[in-house]
């Protein structure tokens, strides 16, 4: 579980709706086609540019937060996600 304080600081990052913390949109992201390795992340980021990328490697790094960095899908070009893991 993200604290507060460490979930403000992704959503300045990248905005508001930027964030997802919903345990009914986290499930989207529970699996990256392998289902026997299912994991609920803690939130999902969606940086929109290089710099809003970084501030978030960044942060991870502080706090010792692992993520998985996801390219886009066709579908979603030019978006991109980070998913930090369940604590």
Do not use: K, W
Request: with cysteine; aromatic share 2%.
């Amino acid at each position: 579980m993200l604290s507060a304080p460490i979930l403000a600081e992704l959503r300045d990052a990248v905005g508001a709706d930027g964030l997802i913390v919903d345990r009914n949109q986290l499930q989207t992201y529970e699996c990256d086609g392998l289902a026997a390795l299912r994991s609920l992340p803690a939130a999902v980021v969606l940086p929109r540019s290089t710099a809003q990328l970084q501030t978030l490697i960044r942060i991870c790094a502080r706090h010792r937060i692992p993520f998985v960095g996801a390219a886009p899908a066709p579908a979603c070009q030019g978006e991109r996600s980070l998913m930090t893991e369940a604590s």
